[in-house]
């Protein structure tokens, strides 16, 4: 079959021994690659309700059907498991280089289950699977454990994923890393791998992907950067970056500050886009097959981090130290980036767990003194975070958690026990309803819906007909994550550009109509999936606060406007009242 290997990689680390299953056409027509077919095979083989450290939590990576292509955007995998951190399903995502040799391994997908007693490192390739010993990687960060795998490996070209100390220590937040500073980083891949103890996996290989139409995959590439290379959002991304996000989102009322009590930050010109590249010299990286260059190489050219050089921070990163935390020097925020990128923590939730304690410290919740403003503080408390030392022992288990223990519950934010990115849902109520429904907990990538509320697509006030037009994002992301797809490219590839790269890869013919159904029926099983570990209608909801605080310029948000957003959503995805899928559609 066109555009898939049809081969299916099990590892089971228990027993150190890996087998190759075929992949049934029909399965990957029915679902593609990425997350159709993960969300396929985490049905089919994890336990339900299983711990997401026990051994038999599968693991799955997966590059998708277009991967080691021409076609732009194409260079990113993906991470699917069972979360430590939600209880629920985990996704996550990561661009930079290492989608191509993980796809020169020959498979459509990884999975590993079962565990090690001693830390291991996996060598991947077309033709073995090697265990390596990990002892003398234990307890180093990403960058040098990524240089010294490297080393091992030696002159073969390969491509490495990393967890650093905080995957290793099981901290729900931990990261899987690449290229040193690409990041699959929500929803806690890098603590699953910790439990298994494997500290890192090398791929390698020569298989060549079988396309459809090479020479067709080819033309259609050259076309697309003719017309999209000096497109106005392509040169955004190129000069600014993400960081351009904070001025709009500061501009929109949106811009999380103050742990999330209010909307625009006074100090946001010392940490946007401009300040970035004045401040610190930045200037674009691109991941392979891509010409949007989104990366920020950047290198701090005074004061006490003089010198520190490293790709970032994103958007996401400068609004949960900057914005959530108040700190307001870039260079503080590269510094903290910096420190999370090495010890394998999630940047949104490291900023949203520094802010929660400076509230909890600001309360009397806990005895440790934490300010607003105070970057070292604040880099001293991820380093608890991650080590499990004091009050970091506590946030290490996650913002649920730790708002149970110390009592402010209705005070913490997040969604199925995941802290939102930046975009207050009280200013953009579209975003209200992405968080709210998301399969993997707050998310603004499962629709990337901010994008129509700030451009004018609908306004953000809206109610009557948004969950319409949500859902239309919605679906077209989630083929975005079957083929595995970089988001920004959601500008140049529509839907009919969709159905002509499906047609070039895999030589599968689906109009959008077919694409929605394949798009629905991989949500459905995603639902399926978190209803089988026990999440209900009551998990679809947003913090309490977003309904009892209204942000000071007035912005607000009704509990009854999101109970209609979310029915509405209900009844066009065909789920009941109860946000459950027919039975007839309801497998793996």
Known sequence: MNGFFQRLLVIDLSVRESRVEPLEEEILTRYLGGKGLATHLLLQHNPAGVDPFDPDNHLILAPGPATDSPIYGSCRYGIFSKSPLTGFYAESYSGGSLAIPMSKTGYDAIMIRGAVDEPVWLEISDEKVLFHDAAH????????????????????????????????NLVRQAVVQNDSHRVAGRTGMGAVLGSKKVKGIAFHGSRVRPLADPEGVKNYSKKILKRFKDHPAAQAYRNLGTPMMVDILNKAGAFPTGYWSAGEYGQKDRINARSLVENCKARPKACRTCFLACGQLI????????GLKLEGPEYETIYAFG?????????????????????????????????????????????????????????ALLQKIVRREGIGGLLAEGIRFA???????????????????????????????????????????????????????????????????????????TLFDCLIFCRFYRDFYTWEELSGIIELTCGLKFDKAGLQELAARVTDNTRCFNIREGLTAADDRLPKRFFKESLPSGLSLEEQDLKILVQDYYRLRGWNVEGVPPEERKQG
Request: net charge negative; glycine share 12%; hydrophobic share 40%.
């Open 137 to 168: 990687l234990w307890g180093k960060d990403t960058y040098a454990a990524e240089s010294l795998i490297k080393q091992e490996i030696g002159d073969v070209k390969s491509g490495i994923l990393v967890i650093g100390p905080a995957g290793e």
């Open 299 to 306: 290198e701090i050219q005074q004061g006490r981090h003089k």
């Open 323 to 379: 914005g959530l935390c108040r700190i307001d020097e870039i260079e503080e925020i590269a510094y903290l980036n910096d420190i999370c990128d090495r010890l394998g923590l999630d940047t949104i939730s490291g900023g949203n767990l520094a802010a929660f304690a400076i509230e909890a410290s600001r309360r009397g919740k806990i005895s440790e003194t934490l300010n607003y403003g105070d970057p070292a503080g604040v880099a």
């Open 403 to 477: 708002a149970k223990e110390l009592d402010m519950e209705d005070f913490a934010i997040h969604v199925k026990g995941l802290e939102p990115p930046g975009y207050d849902p009280r200013a953009l109520k579209g975003m209200g309803l992405s968080f709210a429904v998301s399969d993997r907990g707050a998310c603004h990538l499962r629709a990337t819906f901010y994008k129509a509320e700030l451009t004018g697509l609908i306004a953000p006030e809206k109610i009557e007909g948004k969950a319409e037009l949500f859902l239309d994002f919605e679906d077209r992301c």
